[in-house]
């Protein structure tokens, strides 16, 4: 293991993807040499989260600044870590969360320490003389590429429509290596672009780069189905699957039933419904089919559904050990959806996805709506062998960036296996 002394520590105001403010931050070591990490902002965010800082000043970006939170890693961070020597990112990340002393960072700023933490894994990996994605691998997990999860039709929260659902993903299961899942994304994009075309259906686009039309949930898990067979793949576990993110919190109402179009969902009405769709499109994943805090609705999914789909927690495991532990004993869900900077830290991340493995539970790496060019997350992906990626579709820079990086690494390592694993 190598010793990494940290001689500098900075960080930059800049924009995230959704014009908002967020940070940059540089970490200089003893060689050196200097590491970057771009910090990602949700936007459709867990309760249980680690807590971002803004400063609050409104003549400012309208009090979503974070000068107040450069000044914070420049000042109190750098003081407890520039001139040390850290023996692993473990020790780093510690001594982060001690001199924050709240149990969700919310004194230093989750979007600080997250950002600290990654350009640290990054210059852990640069002294060990590993490319990041191998230094990240851990306890005997082989690395591999993961299947791309493209959400090339956007609502909820990252969309001006009136679709329910945040997210409609397509998942190239069946294709037989990293390059070709990509063009099977990109090609299933198109496809759908020229049916929204065809249609008179707005063709422009959500957080998330997918497309954001004004049609109900089955109208766009149709359009999804027919935009694959268009691009010449098929359907299913074989070819290109359907993955959903309804992000169910979104739209509960104050009396805990799920709004959808007309209708007034209770948690069973809402399963019985997911099963039909389970039945009738190839859809094989579902995250955060209920509402964050519905656990016993969770419980039930997971009964009637757990065994034919993956049934993945986000807001309601927000990246976190305990919460996930809990989840395992109760039943609850059989994947986690994994973002570093919805726990804070680059080690607590890695634990979390430990301690889904143990239990087996699958997990999906995460980008956040508002991004960054930082590719972090396509490196974690392919270090923890999770199998599973998603970033959004395959278009605006700040998406593809983490695409490309796999497509690079894949190049540069024709023997990494592809697939779910």
């Given amino acids: ?236 576990r074989r070819g290109v699957a359907i993955a959903l993110d309804p992000a169910a919190t979104g739209f509960r109402g104050h009396d805990g039933r799920y709004l959808v179009g007309d209708e007034r969902l209770s948690a069973g009405d809402l399963i019985d419904w997911y099963t039909e769709l389970v039945e009738w499109y190839p859809i094989w994943s579902i995250e955060d089919g209920l509402a964050e805090d519905d656990w016993d609705g969770w419980a039930t999914l997971t009964q009637r559904l757990g065994d034919r789909v993956q049934i993945m927690g986000d807001d309601i495991f927000v990246t976190n050990p305990q919460i996930i532990t809990e989840a395992i004993e109760r039943k609850v869900g059989n994947s986690s959806l994994i973002k570093v900077n919805q726990i804070g830290t680059v080690s607590r991340t890695l634990e979390a996805m430990a301690v889904c493995r143990d239990a087996g539970y699958t997990q999906m790496i995460s980008h956040r709506s508002g991004e960054t060019p930082d590719s972090f997350i396509a490196d974690l992906a392919v270090g923890s062998g999770c199998g599973q990626l998603k970033s959004g579709a395959p278009a605006r820079g700040e998406r593809v960036a983490k695409y490309n990086r796999l497509l690079e690494i894949a190049a540069a390592n024709p023997d990494l296996p592809y697939g779910l694993g």
């Avoid at 230094?135 to 990252?158: E, M, Q, S, T, Y």
């Fill in 1 to 236: 293991m190598s010793t990494l002394t940290i001689t500098g520590l900075s960080a930059l105001e800049i924009l995230d993807s959704r014009g908002r403010p967020t940070l940059s931050v540089t970490l200089t070591a003893q060689d050196g040499s200097r590491h970057v990490a771009g910090v990602p902002s949700g936007k459709s965010t867990g309760a249980n989260e680690a807590v971002e800082r803004r400063d609050g000043v409104a003549d400012h970006y309208a009090g979503q600044g974070v000068e107040e939170v450069v000044a914070t890693v420049e000042g109190e961070i750098a003081s407890h870590l520039v001139g040390h020597g850290w023996d692993g990112i473990w020790e780093i990340d510690t001594t982060l969360c001690g001199v924050d002393g709240t149990p969700n960072l919310s004194r230093l700023g989750a979007n600080a320490v997250v950002g600290v933490s990654m350009a640290a894994a990054r210059a852990f990996a640069h002294a060990s003389g590993q490319p990041l994605w191998r230094w990240l691998a851990r306890d005997g997990v082989a690395p591999r590429l993961p299947v791309p999860h493209f959400n090339i039709l956007n609502g909820g929260a990252h969309a001006p429509n009136q679709l329910e659902f945040q997210e409609f993903m397509v998942a190239p299961i069946g294709a037989p290596d990293l390059p070709s899942a990509v063009r099977a994304g990109a090609d299933v994009y198109a496809a759908l672009r020229a049916l929204l075309v065809e249609d008179g259906l707005d063709t422009g686009l959500g957080d998330e780069g997918g497309f954001a039309p004004d049609v109900d949930v089955e109208t766009a898990l149709r359009m999804l189905t027919k935009a694959i067979d268009r691009a010449g793949y098929e359907a299913g």
